[in-house]
């Protein structure tokens, strides 16, 4: 029997010490804001900076949540290994051609950290370029971040990072020694891109409030301090990142927050370049850039285009003037990325939920797409380093396909199966079914649900249901397969994915219609999801569990407020759940880029208002809620250890019945979570049998 057990010591209780914000003529009352420590920046960079009644706090409750759960450990143990037992140990990526080589990354059998290597172009014996096991011995955490070698394959600037708060340490290897130069740049975000002549190395510079705010040069040879600054951002709310044209001739700084975006192009071949600008920043205009040739293919949503289009400009001058359509905007069909080689342009879109790429002949003007038969599945296209080949490559997979990487010939449209991946222990594709059915929302909106489970699983209502779900910022949740969800599939569970409003799954107006003022859509789409399961016989009230991390944790935060009755279990990772105290703090790293997408409550009574109404912080009330899970990383940049903290001790403070409500604080890791591919799977698992025990504590 898996349940949950009654510790010998009570639940953590934290202090109550009165708090108050005061602003647009209301009172909000936050007594648990001492959690968030005055030197929240210095334990970022090194955990160890915490102050000792929160440190001592966090383990209390880490403690607790350990004896909750003390009953689940021989079934946590058989999850991490039936888990384990799905992973290639020895895995390899397909390696990638560029020039004389191809780069991959393969893993040791029980390795916990990628290998970084190349091979010859035309195959032989690869050579280990970067060892992430070596690197990791002595961290607690550790985690690659940008890789980038020059054009002539000599050296390989590569990034760490070893705290789990994203800012990272690049180093540069000599390949032809496999040593690092004394170059050591600190603070580091984003990509990285190298001079065409290999000496210097562009990078983006995080400031004092952790946020990716400058572009810098350095050469090599020379101390940091000593590195020119490219480009800095004088607007908090925007933020920076670095990557190169496919054909290599100039790095691109783009710019931006949730709403509007910006591009500056650097010209890798002159030594002292400065950025020139693409087309200067309109409010809600966003763009992407990618070059052929003399002339600039860029992915906008300008001129009404809502779901995208593609223009073309010249690179002397590509100003919003000179922008002309070569693949018109189509409403309902959403252009995702674009790819530009020497002679074809490769699109990936999607409609109603369904994604495709196309293929345009940039000679002929003739364009195909690759499409597949599956009812739901999940496309993602990868272009490679090369600009002048008619080869791309794609991965597909389902719910229950596992991923298939394809190369494939643009000119004859030939596919070549690359890789499968394998699942060592066994699976049979055929002993599972994946379907898409549709919820109907208050307004009548058609909520699609990706639906995995077993073809012997009895639908008539007994069947326990994790039901997962995202639904901010415009990002659609893939029907791509997952081994570990198998762990749940295999013992009964019904998997599904909401695709609520918030994403794009239906386009961008699918996102739009699920932020700001339109935000409580996200969450009644979730609560309709639910109900449409129940409705179809997959499942029932009080046997289906919800699982959300980020923003999709402030999604469970705020269903556990208003519809606790229809679940038996929470599971909320790195919740976002303090929304409105988060958004009035302008000196944290992300707030100023998400007023966008939540609104200004600092400048603004009615965004006050609105986020006040759901934020899930604020918003526990005297009722009964169901088992809850909160998980959060100390070092956590993005949603900060002292959200999901103050969530659970003002939840135990106020709910008349229910749970238990557990935290799990990782004090040695950010926003993903432990680093290490088996690590992770501890958490994994402590998810699914908190998700087990929660349906079984229901009955």
């Known amino acids: 029997m898996i349940r949950f057990e009654t510790p010998v010591r009570p639940a953590p209780v934290a202090p109550v010490r009165e708090h108050v914000v005061r602003l647009h003529g209301r009172e909000v009352h936050d007594p648990y804001a001492w959690i968030k420590a005055e030197n929240w920046r210095a334990v970022l960079e090194d955990p160890k900076a915490l102050p000792e009644e929160i440190r001592a706090y966090l383990e209390a409750e880490n403690a607790y949540g350990e004896a909750v759960l003390a009953g689940t450990d021989a079934l946590r143990a058989a999850l991490v290994e039936e888990m384990r037992g799905r992973i290639k140990e020895d895995d390899s990526s397909v390696p990638e051609p560029d020039g004389p080589f191809a780069y991959y990354t393969r893993y040791r059998e029980g390795g916990e950290h990628p290998l970084v290597c190349r091979q010859p172009r035309d195959g032989g014996e690869g050579t280990i370029l970067l060892d992430g096991d070596a690197l990791a011995q002595g961290h607690g955490y550790f985690a690659f971040g940008s890789i980038a070698h020059t054009r002539d394959h000599a050296r390989l600037a590569w990034a760490s990072d070893?705290?789990?708060?994203?800012?990272?340490?690049?180093?540069?290897?000599?390949?032809?020694?496999?040593?690092d130069l004394p170059d050591r740049l600190e603070r580091v975000a984003g990509g990285l891109a190298w001079s065409a002549d290999g000496?210097?190395?562009?990078?983006?510079?995080?400031?004092?409030?952790?946020?990716?705010?400058?572009?810098?040069?350095?050469?090599?040879?020379?101390?940091?301090?000593?590195?020119?600054?490219?480009?800095?951002?004088?607007?908090?709310?925007?933020?920076?990142?670095?990557?190169?044209?496919?054909?290599?001739?100039?790095?691109?700084?783009s710019l931006g927050d949730h709403e509007t975006s910006e591009a500056w192009l650097l010209d890798l071949a002159d030594?002292?370049?400065?950025?020139?600008?693409?087309?200067?920043?309109?409010?809600?205009?966003?763009?992407?850039?990618?070059?052929?040739g003399d002339a600039l293919v860029i992915l906008t949503n300008a001129d009404g285009a809502e779901d995208f289009k593609l223009v073309t400009a010249p690179l002397s001058d590509p100003s919003r003037g000179n922008w002309r359509d070569l693949v018109p905007h189509r409403p309902g069909t959403m252009i995702l990325d674009h790819a530009a080689f020497s002679g074809h342009l490769v699109r990936l879109e999607r409609e109603d939920a369904r994604p495709r790429i196309v293929i345009l002949a940039l000679a002929t003007g003739e364009e195909h797409a690759i499409r597949f038969e599956e009812e739901t599945y999940s496309l993602g296209m990868r272009a490679g380093e090369e600009y002048d080949t008619t080869r791309m490559r794609f991965v597909y997979s389902s719910l229950t396909t596992p991923g298939e990487t394809f190369d494939y010939d643009m000119a004859s449209r030939e596919r070549v199966l690359r890789k499968r991946q394998e699942v060592p222990s066994g699976h049979d594709p055929a002993a599972y079914v994946t379907k898409r059915l549709f919820a109907t929302a208050a307004d009548g909106a058609r909520v699609p649900i990706s639906l995995l489970h077993r073809a012997d699983t009895p639908l008539d209502g007994s069947a326990p249901a994790l039901l997962y779900g995202y639904g901010s910022y415009g990002i659609a949740m893939p029907a791509s397969f997952r081994t570990n969800i198998l762990s749940l599939v295999d013992r009964g569970f019904v998997f599904a994915i909401a695709h609520v409003r918030g994403g794009t799954e239906k386009g961008w107006r699918w996102y739009t219609d699920g932020k700001r003022e339109k935000k409580a859509n996200t969450f009644e789409d979730f609560v309709a999801c639910a109900?449409?399961?129940?409705?179809?016989?997959?499942?029932?009230?009080?046997?289906?569990?919800?699982?959300?991390?980020?923003?999709?944790?402030?999604?469970?935060?705020?269903?556990?407020?208003?519809?606790?009755?229809?679940?038996?279990?929470?599971?909320?990772?790195v919740p976002f759940v303090d929304v409105l105290n988060t958004m009035l703090d302008a000196d944290l790293p992300l707030t100023p880029p998400e007023w966008p997408e939540w609104g200004n409550p600092i400048e603004s009574a009615e965004a006050f208002a609105q986020i006040l109404s759901y934020s899930p912080y604020d918003n526990v009330r005297p009722q009964a809620y169901p088992a809850i899970l909160a998980m959060g990383g100390l070092t956590d940049p993005r949603v900060t250890y002292w959200e999901p903290t103050k969530w659970i001790a003002r939840l135990r403070a106020t709910m008349t019945g229910g749970g238990p409500i557990v935290l799990h604080m990782n004090m040695g890791a950010g926003h993903g979570g432990a680093s290490?591919?088996?690590?992770?799977?501890?958490?994994?698992?402590?998810?699914?049998a908190f998700a087990l025990a929660s349906v079984e504590a229901r009955g």
């Not at 800012?167 to 020694?177: A, D, G, M, N, Q």
């Not at 950025?275 to 070059?291: G, N």
Request: contains cysteine; negative net charge.
């Open 162 to 179: 070893t705290e789990g708060s994203e800012s990272y340490v690049v180093r540069v290897r000599e390949l032809s020694t496999g040593e």
């Open 531 to 573: 109900h449409a399961l129940c409705e179809a016989g997959y499942t029932a009230p009080g046997r289906i569990v919800a699982q959300g991390g980020s923003a999709g944790g402030m999604l469970m935060g705020a269903v556990a407020n208003t519809a606790p009755e229809l679940f038996a279990g929470i599971v909320a990772e």
């Open 199 to 253: 000496r210097a190395l562009y990078y983006v510079e995080r400031d004092e409030n952790h946020r990716p705010a400058r572009v810098r040069r350095h050469l090599l040879g020379t101390p940091q301090d000593d590195d020119v600054l490219v480009y800095a951002e004088g607007d908090a709310g925007w933020f920076v990142t670095l990557g190169e044209t496919r054909a290599r001739d100039f790095a691109v700084i």
């Open 271 to 292: 030594p002292e370049a400065t950025p020139r600008l693409v087309a200067k920043r309109e409010r809600e205009v966003r763009y992407d850039v990618e070059q052929r």
């Open 676 to 688: 290490g591919r088996f690590k992770h799977l501890e958490e994994v698992a402590l998810a699914y």
